[in-house]
């Protein structure tokens, strides 16, 4: 029983790393984060201004009594209005 106890009690030996090193951040930690939060604040600004243009067509469409599926229609109508947004229409 005594031998079991010791066995127990006994430290093992770290493997892992150690010293004044372990445990810090790199840089490319910090790296990936400005990058994240580019990416966040990238895709927020690209679905407001998606959303901004959705709502502008959505009023157009129903002010001038125009389905607002029928792109076409919608586009022709916006353009002869001269309210088309000519800004070049996201890949995504």
Same mark, same amino acid.
């Given at each position: 029983?005594?031998?079991?106890? +010791? @066995?127990?009690? $006994?430290?093992?030996?770290? !493997? *892992? =790393?150690?010293? =004044?090193? %372990? *445990?810090?951040?790199? =840089? &490319?930690?910090?790296? &990936?984060? !400005?990058?994240?939060? @580019?990416? !966040?604040?990238?895709?927020?600004?690209?679905?407001?201004? /998606?959303?901004? #243009?959705?709502?502008? /067509? /959505?009023?157009?469409?129903? $002010?001038?009594?125009?389905?607002?599926?029928?792109?076409?229609?919608?586009?022709?109508? +916006?353009?002869?209005? *001269? !309210?088309?947004? $000519? /800004? #070049?229409?996201?890949? %995504?």
């Amino acid at each position: 029983m005594l031998d079991t106890a +010791m @066995v127990l009690a $006994q430290q093992t030996e770290n !493997v *892992g =790393p150690l010293g =004044p090193e %372990f *445990g810090k951040a790199s =840089p &490319i930690g910090l790296l &990936i984060l !400005v990058l994240l939060a @580019v990416a !966040v604040l990238y895709i927020g600004w690209a679905f407001h201004r /998606r959303f901004s #243009r959705m709502n502008r /067509r /959505r009023l157009f469409a129903e $002010q001038h009594g125009i389905d607002l599926f029928d792109e076409d229609a919608l586009d022709k109508a +916006m353009e002869e209005a *001269g !309210v088309l947004d $000519q /800004r #070049r229409k996201p890949w %995504f």
